[in-house]
């Protein structure tokens, strides 16, 4: 088989967009790109040797190909160390937190390129959000990234053991952000999150245990939501603005409350 011929081929411009679409920067991908042909070519394509002719050569030079592009972000990011709530959710959630906080690839470019008829936009962002209200590093530069997310060769437990403890008293930031998101605005959520029968219970619950009227929760959302400034939303309710500041300390402590009711516990939110 000419494994020189097929690689410097057309088979070039798959690389670099499978390194491009991989690690969504392009100097990034350039160097991950040199690293594959680095590692294809040592020692007479001995990396290829494996092939044994029971699928199309560009497939099999695809899947090693992969390989070495994980290989090269191991090298270059360290191997992650996820915590553990985060691998409960799911192999897309690991991988999604890999690129947006340990390798700072652009959220819109994660979004643009993992977007699918299986995998919404509204979905990813709801991940990513979640993500990122856990760990407000995440994705900030020149921020250094906590040790305990990468294994540098340190047992280092940590911030698994931290997460599993919240897990365990379920006091899960991303569920309570969801939670809330839901009451305050049901249809911004993606289907494949509301359609959870756990969140959906803890939705209700909230409900019933902050006992908010149709009213309130329209200011919550104006200001929560939709960002609207207190000032404007006092004005388009008819409301002086110490009114309307009194009322919503007033419902942001029933909402505390109601969450606490509902099996949460952190007082930080909505504070």
Same mark, same amino acid.
């Given at each position: ?57 560009? #497939? ?34 690991? #991988? ?7 390798? &700072? ?99 209700? #619950? ?39 500041? &009194? ?17 949460? #516990? ?6």
């Amino acid at each position: 088989m000419d494994w020189a011929g097929l690689v410097m081929g057309d088979w070039m411009a798959r690389l670099d967009r499978m390194a491009l679409r991989r690690f969504g920067q392009q100097v990034i991908a350039d160097e991950a790109v040199n690293h594959v042909l680095e590692r294809l070519s040592a020692d007479n394509w001995a990396a290829l040797t494996g092939y044994r002719g029971k699928s199309q050569p560009v #497939s099999y030079l695809n899947a090693v190909a992969a390989n070495f592009l994980e290989e090269f972000a191991r090298r270059k990011y360290g191997r992650p160390r996820p915590p553990v709530w985060l691998k409960r959710n799911g192999h897309l959630w690991v #991988s999604i937190w890999r690129q947006v906080c340990l390798e &700072r690839q652009l959220t819109g470019q994660v979004i643009f390129n993992r977007s699918s008829a299986d995998c919404s936009r509204a979905y990813l962002e709801d991940i990513i959000r979640v993500i990122k209200a856990r760990m407000p590093w995440c994705g900030v530069k020149h921020q250094e990234i906590p040790a305990d997310y990468l294994d540098t060769g340190a047992a280092s437990g940590t911030a698994a053991a931290a997460d599993d403890g919240d897990d365990i008293d379920n006091n899960s930031l991303e569920e309570q952000l969801l939670v809330v998101r839901l009451l305050l605005d049901p249809d911004a959520v993606s289907d494949a999150v509301a359609a959870s029968a756990a969140i959906q219970a803890r939705v209700a #619950s909230l409900r019933d245990a902050a006992a908010l009227s149709d009213h309130e929760l329209l200011i919550l959302r104006l200001i929560f939501i939709e960002r609207i400034k207190q000032g404007v939303v006092a004005t388009n309710l008819g409301l002086k603005p110490y009114q309307l500041s &009194r009322q919503l300390k007033a419902l942001l402590a029933r909402l505390r409350a109601g969450l606490e009711a509902s099996g949460f #516990s952190r007082e930080e939110f909505f504070a």
